[in-house]
């Protein structure tokens, strides 16, 4: 049976009002996964440099029985930046799967 | 139906007749309304875009609205990338409300998954409190209502 958990669902109040004095703790291992998938990202030859500022998405964790799953979500632009990339975001939506055992990157997709 | 806007001849000279500029965005269809469910409308404008937008790869996207006799309508399509389009949600008739949008995902392309929404969709949708739908490489039409949260597939 999958086990499923939002790793930063209990604290996604803290990020949404951008409390300044609250400690937030995790295990090291989703930071691990963390810097593979993010390392991955920084290769992508088709997004922009811009396109890969972190300030354009939103990071979701997922944990399953042998894998990390790291999303890299976009935020929605503004109706004039919509209009002017013809898209909803500035980036780019990506799922990385990543194996608990050695951080290998066992899939990678792209959302349209 | 009735048309909505210009012809196609009209579309493809450089302007549109509601004086927005082509070439950021293709009207390639006339836009029509007069259906009596949002799904009709939906449906309707995804399959006369769908097999253009898989033979191109790039996405297209519209609005559908709501008239005050309780008909529907949609906008567009409005041309994309290969992996992202603008519905235009405040681009529909006057004494109409957007009551969803619709868009393709263009033709299957590796690494992508094409054939499900992504979340800045859902985003999307839940954002202006509007359902979406997609219509995919497979002709297959998925339809998230924003209000119970549940996303099927129509077609």
Known sequence: MKK???????YSHIFAQNSLDTKITMDGSYLKAWNVAYKDFLTIKDLSISQKNLKHYKIHFK????????FFYGKLMNESNMQKYHRMIYGREIKYIINKKDFSIVDRVFFK | MAVVGGTVSELTGGKFANGAVSGA??????AERGFKTLVQ????????INPRSMAEHIEYAGTIYKDSQGKYGYTGPYKGTLAGSDPHINNIPKNTVAVGYYHTHGGIDPGYDNEHFSQADYDYANYYK????????????????????KTITIY
């Open chain 1, 4 to 10: 499923f958990l939002l790793l930063f669902g209990m």
């Open chain 1, 63 to 70: 944990i399953e029985e042998q894998y990390y799953i790291v």
């Open chain 2, 25 to 30: 965005f293709v009207h390639l269809f006339n």
């Open chain 2, 41 to 48: 409308a939906a449906k309707r404008a995804i399959e006369m």
């Open chain 2, 130 to 149: 509007i359902d979406a739908f997609v219509g995919t490489p497979w002709t297959k039409i998925d339809y998230y209502n924003y209000t119970s949260g």
